[in-house]
């Protein structure tokens, strides 16, 4: 690492004396230069394509069976919430007869991230979450995990639902983003970003759990989650980016002297 910050120094002294005409050189040093890879870390069907063998159609999660979400554990919460996995944004008697029935303006149509996506009714009393345990996360690394959440108000009466996102235990999203669809609506779907480093307990304890939880009593919303990624820290592209600026910089003075 200190070689890196050396030739780093180095590179920059030189833009100056040099000017750009030298810029495409020292671009090319930087390439070569030993910064550490990061990779992304994996998370085993996030978009929830592959679903319980022998499963063609929308069908029944069973608490406690890890096959019920391939690769999550499904596991109630507080009283006993009812989840469904949705297969090709259909929503079957299977689910249905537990959620209540799905009208064309209740559903928020397919995801972003596919057709297939689960679904959970709960209320204040009841609730349910999916985890798996994480490999390859570096303790003092920062991360972001990104997932799509809706939700839907198949009834008559105020509805509130969010997910409370975990790892190792520690709620990475303190102040969870509530969605509240309209009686018989929904909220759409949307891009949901969670920002964290990790610590050495989070390392050696790396269950990531997604909780669904109502806010409101009144309920029961069904809230909807697909597409949980943890993509490759972007810290590796701030030296492209860098590089960039210096390119931007130095045409700019070069412009402004014209």
């Known amino acids: 690492m200190q ?12 833009l100056r004396r040099c000017g750009v005409a030298s810029l495409a050189t020292i671009a090319a040093g930087l390439a070569i230069l030993p910064v550490p890879t990061k990779a992304a870390v994996p998370v085993q069907n996030g978009s929830f394509e592959t679903v319980q063998a022998g499963q063609t159609s929308t069908y029944f999660l069973t608490v406690g069976n890890n096959t ?3 690769k999550w554990d499904y596991e109630a919460g507080v009283g006993t919430a009812f989840g469904c996995m949705v297969i090709n944004n259909t929503f079957n008697a299977a689910c249905t007869s537990e959620i209540g029935a799905v009208t064309a303006a209740e559903s928020p149509g397919f995801s972003p991230n596919g057709g297939n996506f689960l679904a959970i009714a709960l209320d204040l009393s009841n609730d349910a979450s999916i985890s798996q345990t ?9 991360y972001n995990i990104s997932f799509y959440q809706a939700a839907i108000n198949p009834e008559t009466v105020a509805a509130g639902a ?19 669809p309209n009686t018989d609506g929904n ?16 390392v050696a304890s790396p269950t990531l759990k997604f909780l669904a939880e109502s806010t409101i009593a009144s309920g029961p919303p069904v809230a909807l989650l697909d597409g949980v990624q943890i993509p490759e820290p972007a810290s590796l592209a701030l030296l492209g980016v ?9 045409r700019r003075r070069t412009n402004s002297r014209a």
């Open 187 to 202: 909220s759409p779907w949307t891009l949901q970003t969670i920002s964290f480093t990790a610590t050495a307990g989070e």
């Open 68 to 70: 019920s979400v391939p």
């Open 162 to 180: 969010e997910w409370v996102v975990s790892l190792g235990g520690t709620q990475l999203n303190p102040v969870p983003v509530v969605m509240t």
């Open 242 to 250: 860098g590089v960039a600026g210096l390119f931007g910089l130095r």
């Open 3 to 14: 070689d890196t910050r050396m030739g780093l120094s180095h590179a920059l002294r030189t």
């Open 134 to 142: 994480l490999s390859g996360l570096v303790a003092g690394t920062k």
